[in-house]
């Protein structure tokens, strides 16, 4: 029997370095915007890691646009974690952003009180449950030289156990995306950052966002020259479930979920994964059957492969996916939904959440609906939630049912407030469920 193969475990924590120097504090000709921010972080990592023997990254826009909202959540509402409010980890906020790879997180975060009046930002500070107070995000914040050098010293510096400056000269990686946000009123401040650390080694086709038991999906893809397949593991984990300000403040270190709940080798029966080689490297298949004795949930899916010349196999892609979840529900393929942009959006896809609005906030979502079917009815509820302050739990802030009409297009931006003396600490959600109309 051959082993299970269990990933690196990564601990990687949160600094708040000593005495930081406030980011909004810039001159003329010592001023970064983000992207010149971004792209000095990366000069110096290389600089870190050459000076340990190791490979250079190039900066990756895909795992810095995944995490850049992580980023901009933590200052705005004062916390420092890997989790988000909507409790999701690293590696399913990169795979929501089109991140395929292996993906492993550092993070930095600081906060102070100073002039920082060149922000130009007006309004008060909320309170959160927690005492801390939400602060606006600086829309086109600018960094000096000497806060980016102190993030990387933090990380790369740090006294055992030394989890981020393991992460930054691990000979794996050959990308980094950069995320780095600030939040400023008057006086106070709060910075946080992250470098998303990936090992790419292949291109591969997108995975479903979710799928039924017994469905089933197909993994297929492409690995560099001089790598070839080990095994595709699946692992479990339960579904992400909202968190406070609180809750996210007392998170560590995080690692993958180690429930394995299936590891097909090459050659196995189970799950064939077939190869076919080529001089620019080897293409790979699988058919992966989800049967309905697993469990609802949210799983992971890990490509391993072996490398020439190593006799460790290495993790080259790692994404999540909802399988079976019973508060989910499956959305016609005659409905069409769409932004208030106008762009076709996931809500088509299951139902779900996803924030639509700060405490307060009116006005707050928008959809449309269209209805192709030439024959059904669908009915169709929406419903707002929000945290209570004094229980994880969600609990209704609003809901709206209707029922549309075979041919026909709803579009609605109904009026919904959540009142702050509620205590809302977490950004509203929407949630949405369809059934035929009886």
């Given at each position: 029997?051959?082993?299970?193969?269990?990933?690196?475990?990564?601990?990687?924590?949160?600094?708040?370095?000593?005495?930081?120097?406030?980011?909004?504090?810039?001159?003329?000709?010592?001023?970064?915007?983000?992207?010149?921010?971004?792209?000095?972080?990366?000069?110096?990592?290389?600089?870190?890691?050459?000076?340990?023997?190791?490979?250079?990254?190039?900066?990756?826009?895909?795992?810095?646009?995944?995490?850049?909202?992580?980023?901009?959540?933590?200052?705005?509402?004062?916390?420092?974690?890997?989790?988000?409010l909507d409790g999701k980890m690293p590696v399913e906020r990169y795979t929501?952003?089109?991140?395929?790879?292996?993906?492993?997180?550092?993070?930095?975060?600081?906060?102070?009180?100073?002039?920082?009046?060149?922000?130009?930002?007006?309004?008060?500070?909320?309170?959160?449950?927690?005492?801390?107070?939400?602060?606006?995000?600086?829309?086109?914040?600018?960094?000096?030289?000497?806060?980016?050098?102190?993030?990387?010293?933090?990380?790369?510096?740090?006294?055992?156990?030394?989890?981020?400056?393991?992460?930054?000269?691990?000979?794996?990686?050959?990308?980094?995306?950069?995320?780095?946000?600030?939040?400023?009123?008057?006086?106070?401040?709060?910075?946080?950052?992250?470098?998303?650390?990936?090992?790419?080694?292949?291109?591969?086709?997108?995975?479903?966002?979710?799928?039924?038991?017994?469905?089933?999906?197909?993994?297929?893809?492409?690995?560099?020259?001089?790598?070839?397949?080990?095994?595709?593991?699946?692992?479990?984990?339960?579904?992400?479930?909202?968190?406070?300000?609180?809750?996210?403040?007392?998170?560590?270190?995080?690692?993958?979920?180690?429930?394995?709940?299936?590891?097909?080798?090459?050659?196995?029966?189970?799950?064939?994964?077939?190869?076919?080689?080529?001089?620019?490297?080897?293409?790979?298949?699988?058919?992966?059957?989800?049967?309905?004795?697993?469990?609802?949930?949210?799983?992971?899916?890990?490509?391993?492969?072996?490398?020439?010349?190593s006799k460790d196999p290495m993790l080259v892609s790692q994404r999540t996916?909802?399988?079976?979840?019973?508060?989910?529900?499956?959305?016609?393929?005659?409905?069409?939904?769409?932004?208030?942009?106008?762009?076709?959006?996931?809500?088509?896809?299951?139902?779900?959440?996803?924030?639509?609005?700060?405490?307060?906030?009116?006005?707050?979502?928008?959809?449309?609906?269209?209805?192709?079917?030439?024959?059904?009815?669908?009915?169709?509820?929406?419903e707002l939630f929000a945290a209570n302050k004094n229980s994880p739990a969600?609990?209704?802030?609003?809901?709206?049912?209707?029922?549309?009409?075979?041919?026909?297009?709803?579009?609605?931006?109904?009026?919904?407030?959540?009142?702050?003396?509620?205590?809302?600490?977490?950004?509203?959600?929407?949630?949405?469920?369809?059934?035929?109309?009886?």
């Amino acid at each position: 029997m051959k082993a299970i193969l269990l990933p690196a475990v990564f601990l990687l924590w949160g600094l708040t370095p000593g005495g930081a120097q406030a980011p909004c504090k810039t001159n003329s000709t010592d001023s970064l915007n983000l992207q010149q921010a971004r792209a000095y972080m990366v000069t110096l990592i290389n600089r870190d890691r050459q000076s340990q023997g190791r490979a250079p990254v190039t900066l990756d826009l895909v795992a810095s646009g995944a995490a850049q909202g992580h980023t901009d959540e933590m200052v705005e509402f004062g916390y420092s974690s890997h989790w988000g409010l909507d409790g999701k980890m690293p590696v399913e906020r990169y795979t929501e952003g089109g991140g395929a790879d292996a993906d492993a997180e550092n993070e930095d975060d600081s906060s102070g009180t100073s002039d920082c009046s060149n922000t130009a930002l007006t309004g008060s500070q909320a309170q959160s449950t927690t005492g801390a107070s939400t602060l606006p995000l600086v829309a086109d914040p600018r960094f000096s030289r000497a806060t980016i050098e102190g993030i990387e010293s933090d990380l790369f510096n740090e006294q055992p156990p030394d989890g981020h400056r393991e992460n930054i000269l691990r000979p794996n990686h050959n990308h980094v995306g950069i995320a780095i946000s600030l939040a400023a009123e008057g006086r106070s401040w709060r910075l946080a950052c992250t470098q998303e650390f990936v090992d790419q080694y292949g291109t591969y086709a997108p995975l479903p966002a979710e799928v039924n038991p017994g469905d089933g999906f197909d993994l297929q893809g492409k690995l560099a020259k001089g790598l070839s397949v080990q095994s595709v593991l699946v692992r479990y984990d339960d579904l992400p479930k909202p968190m406070t300000v609180d809750q996210l403040n007392q998170t560590g270190g995080y690692t993958v979920p180690q429930d394995t709940i299936a590891n097909y080798f090459l050659g196995d029966d189970a799950a064939p994964v077939t190869t076919s080689n080529a001089p620019d490297g080897q293409q790979f298949a699988a058919h992966i059957a989800t049967p309905a004795s697993w469990k609802p949930g949210l799983y992971y899916i890990d490509v391993w492969a072996n490398k020439d010349g190593s006799k460790d196999p290495m993790l080259v892609s790692q994404r999540t996916m909802l399988i079976g979840n019973a508060n989910y529900t499956q959305w016609s393929p005659w409905l069409v939904a769409k932004d208030a942009k106008g762009k076709e959006t996931s809500l088509n896809s299951r139902k779900g959440c996803g924030p639509v609005g700060q405490s307060g906030s009116t006005r707050a979502w928008t959809v449309q609906l269209r209805n192709d079917d030439p024959a059904s009815a669908y009915r169709i509820v929406f419903e707002l939630f929000a945290a209570n302050k004094n229980s994880p739990a969600n609990w209704p802030a609003g809901a709206t049912t209707i029922t549309l009409p075979a041919g026909q297009i709803f579009t609605a931006q109904p009026d919904a407030t959540i009142p702050n003396s509620q205590g809302c600490t977490v950004q509203p959600h929407l949630f949405y469920s369809v059934a035929p109309a009886s």
